[in-house]
């Protein structure tokens, strides 16, 4: 039997493992068993991404609300009647806690009659056999999938099947979300499935659709990897009308949603991770007029989202305002301003900036500037013992880094002097050698050649300190969080910083002093011991 859960931990996020225990925390403590289900078992068993986390819990999921809340959670919604909280737990995972249910349909059009169910019973009312799954995170049963329907043969076959003839008959959201699985994976609908759902679109089923599922359905375009290309698909099928009657593919901003898809990953192969969902929306109705796109947005359950979608153009506004001040008077402070800001704002701007000295700030903080790390002198640095093991060591590498942007510290000459000041001392004499002859004294002298090939400046345990200070340890990373800002330093006057250690002589080991000047002897021994 493949292994689920370690499957589910190597393909999820470190912010997606830590919501699943998060959740699971909650659900343990409110005694209620816990399945995750939906995508993210079809996604981890396709090897497609995991884009969010759908929990199923025997029980009343909105009673884990506050508890789910004091560890970070935003609730967007917590729906009464089906007993479903959205949510965005830390790290802005998005997550949808279920209460497993049952579902009974009286009539098309008509709400279904629903009721607390076991997980069993909750896989029936599913959409698609790829989505019918459910993998236990319970102790006991942790890792057990539950795969009534096969799934996983359909995921092997790539198709999209449904449970039962009524399915479009019962919930025709479903034939929208058919038509966006099978564009997004570019697997079709198996044969039967086809044959009713051509029947349900030639007898009209979408009629009958409610208007929480359109409110759930525009709201998940926005997460689509390709949205533009669902959107014409779903222009192509009819159901892009029911979403919104005006909709179309002309109201949208094709060159500024693709900038935006474009600059987004640009901006995670620099480690960025922004949320694109808002600015998606953004460029999806950009021509659409303000009663429509009020509509939508009434519509869309996920609040948060909603204001996110609102605060755009506001928020924008406000960063270009700070980048065209004082506030971002030099490459240094610009770079320390647009550490500081949302990720999402920077990606928002730079594609719809209009003033031209704001898109080239952002366009430097992206490009040439990060260049500009190149110039930190490791290597030197390290002979310094200024390495990442030193408690100052973020703030000096980035008040190098700032000054060279500047250009206040312009040749490699001018940055090590101004580093020098700032090494720590060297590190304290060894005890004595001991003076036993024999085994001993003979492994130490054969450990010797080792200890010369460590890098200079190394300390403490071998291993770690002897690996050089990277690029990647040096340079200021990406800042989700706001980065602490930098004190500017004057390279004129660094006596400030750390000023070294004088070793008083103790008188006791006169030898001490030249051993200090030898670095690798001593640590070797130091290491033997
Ligand atoms: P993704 O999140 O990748 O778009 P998903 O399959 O997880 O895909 P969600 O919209 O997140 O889709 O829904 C979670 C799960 O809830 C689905 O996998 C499916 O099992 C169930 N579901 C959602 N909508 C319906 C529906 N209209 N009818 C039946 N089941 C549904
Ligand atoms: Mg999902």
Same mark, same amino acid.
């Given at each position: 039997?493949?292994?689920?859960?370690?499957?589910?931990?190597?393909?999820?996020?470190?912010?997606?493992?830590?919501?699943?225990?998060?959740?699971?925390?909650?659900?343990?403590?409110?005694?209620?068993?816990?399945?995750?289900?939906?995508?993210? =078992?079809?996604? =981890?068993?396709?090897?497609?991404?995991?884009?969010?986390?759908?929990? *199923?819990?025997?029980?009343?999921?909105?009673?884990?609300?506050?508890?789910?809340?004091?560890?970070?959670?935003?609730?967007?919604?917590?729906?009464?009647? *089906?007993?479903?909280?959205?949510?965005?737990?830390?790290?802005?995972?998005?997550?949808?806690?279920?209460?497993?249910?049952?579902?009974?349909?009286?009539?098309?059009?008509?709400? $279904?009659? =629903?009721?607390?169910?076991?997980?069993?019973?909750?896989?029936?009312?599913?959409?698609?056999?790829?989505?019918?799954?459910?993998?236990?995170?319970?102790?006991?049963?942790?890792?057990?999938?539950?795969?009534?329907?096969?799934?996983?043969?359909?995921?092997?076959?790539?198709?999209? %099947?449904?449970?039962?003839?009524?399915?479009?008959?019962?919930?025709?959201?479903?034939?929208?979300?058919? @038509?966006?699985?099978?564009?997004?994976?570019?697997? $079709?609908?198996?044969?039967?499935?086809?044959?009713?759902?051509?029947?349900?679109?030639?007898?009209?089923?979408?009629?009958?659709?409610?208007?929480?599922?359109?409110?759930?359905?525009?709201?998940?375009?926005?997460?689509?990897?390709?949205?533009?290309?669902?959107?014409?698909?779903?222009?192509?099928?009819?159901?892009?009308?029911?979403?919104?009657? %005006?909709?179309? @593919?002309?109201?949208? +901003?094709?060159?500024?949603?693709?900038?935006?898809?474009? *600059?987004?990953?640009?901006?995670?192969?620099?480690?960025?991770?922004?949320?694109?969902?808002?600015?998606?929306?953004?460029?999806?109705?950009?021509?659409?007029?303000?009663?429509?796109?009020?509509?939508?947005?009434?519509?869309?359950?996920?609040?948060?989202?909603?204001?996110?979608?609102?605060?755009?153009?506001?928020?924008?506004?406000?960063?270009?305002?700070?980048?065209?001040? /004082?506030?971002?008077?030099?490459?240094?402070?610009?770079?320390?301003?647009?550490?500081?800001?949302?990720?999402?704002?920077?990606?928002?701007?730079?594609?719809?900036?209009? &003033?031209?000295?704001?898109?080239?700030?952002? /366009?430097?903080?992206?490009?040439?500037?990060?260049?500009? &790390?190149?110039?930190?002198?490791?290597?030197?640095?390290?002979?310094?013992?200024? @390495?990442?093991?030193?408690?100052?060591?973020?703030?000096?590498?980035? +008040?190098?880094?700032?000054?060279?942007?500047?250009?206040?510290?312009?040749?490699?000459?001018?940055?090590?002097?101004?580093?020098?000041?700032?090494?720590?001392?060297?590190?304290?004499?060894? $005890?004595?050698?001991? *003076?036993? %002859?024999?085994?001993?004294?003979?492994?130490?002298?054969?450990?010797?050649?080792?200890?010369?090939?460590?890098?200079?400046?190394?300390?403490?345990?071998?291993?770690?300190?002897?690996?050089?200070?990277? &690029?990647?340890?040096?340079?200021?990373?990406?800042?989700? /969080?706001?980065?602490?800002?930098?004190?500017?330093?004057?390279?004129?006057?660094?006596?400030?910083?750390?000023?070294?250690?004088?070793?008083?002589?103790?008188?006791?080991?006169?030898?001490?002093?030249?051993?200090?000047?030898?670095?690798?002897?001593?640590?070797?021994?130091?290491?033997?011991?």
């Amino acid at each position: 039997m493949a292994d689920y859960i370690y499957t589910l931990e190597t393909r999820l996020s470190p912010d997606q493992q830590k919501a699943v225990t998060l959740v699971l925390d909650a659900a343990k403590a409110a005694e209620m068993n816990l399945y995750l289900t939906g995508g993210a =078992i079809r996604d =981890i068993i396709t090897g497609f991404p995991i884009r969010d986390l759908d929990f *199923t819990v025997q029980g009343n999921a909105l009673k884990l609300h506050k508890d789910l809340e004091r560890a970070g959670a935003v609730v967007g919604d917590a729906d009464d009647e *089906t007993r479903t909280l959205l949510l965005t737990l830390p790290g802005g995972v998005r997550a949808e806690i279920a209460m497993a249910r049952s579902e009974r349909y009286d009539k098309p059009g008509k709400a $279904p009659q =629903i009721a607390p169910a076991t997980i069993s019973e909750d896989l029936r009312r599913r959409d698609f056999t790829v989505n019918a799954m459910a993998l236990s995170m319970n102790e006991g049963s942790r890792g057990l999938l539950m795969d009534p329907f096969n799934g996983t043969a359909d995921i092997e076959a790539k198709v999209i %099947r449904v449970l039962h003839n009524y399915a479009f008959l019962e919930d025709p959201s479903r034939m929208i979300r058919a @038509t966006r699985f099978s564009t997004r994976f570019h697997w $079709p609908l198996e044969e039967r499935t086809q044959a009713r759902y051509e029947s349900g679109k030639e007898n009209g089923y979408i009629e009958y659709i409610r208007s929480s599922s359109i409110g759930y359905e525009i709201e998940q375009l926005a997460y689509e990897d390709d949205p533009y290309g669902v959107l014409k698909a779903y222009e192509k099928e009819g159901w892009l009308k029911v979403l919104n009657p %005006r909709w179309s @593919t002309a109201k949208v +901003d094709t060159a500024g949603l693709g900038a935006l898809m474009k *600059t987004r990953q640009q901006m995670n192969e620099l480690g960025y991770t922004p949320e694109v969902a808002p600015a998606v929306l953004h460029f999806l109705t950009e021509r659409l007029g303000d009663k429509d796109i009020s509509d939508l947005r009434r519509a869309i359950p996920r609040k948060d989202l909603v204001e996110s979608w609102k605060d755009l153009d506001a928020n924008a506004h406000s960063l270009a305002k700070r980048l065209s001040g /004082k506030e971002a008077g030099t490459p240094g402070r610009t770079w320390q301003l647009l550490s500081s800001a949302r990720p999402e704002m920077i990606l928002f701007l730079a594609i719809t900036a209009r &003033q031209q000295a704001v898109a080239q700030k952002i /366009k430097n903080f992206f490009t040439k500037w990060r260049q500009v &790390q190149q110039k930190i002198p490791l290597p030197e640095m390290t002979e310094l013992r200024i @390495t990442p093991q030193m408690p100052e060591y973020a703030k000096i590498a980035n +008040d190098v880094f700032l000054l060279l942007l500047d250009g206040k510290l312009r040749s490699r000459t001018e940055t090590l002097k101004y580093l020098k000041p700032l090494a720590p001392p060297p590190p304290p004499p060894p $005890p004595p050698a001991p *003076t036993k %002859r024999g085994r001993g004294g003979k492994a130490a002298a054969a450990a010797v050649p080792a200890a010369a090939s460590a890098k200079p400046g190394a300390k403490g345990k071998g291993k770690t300190a002897a690996v050089p200070a990277t &690029q990647a340890q040096v340079a200021p990373v990406p800042a989700s /969080k706001p980065a602490a800002p930098a004190k500017p330093v004057s390279p004129a006057k660094p006596a400030k910083a750390a000023k070294p250690r004088v070793e008083k002589p103790t008188g006791k080991r006169p030898q001490a002093k030249n051993k200090a000047k030898r670095k690798t002897k001593p640590k070797l021994q130091r290491k033997k011991k």
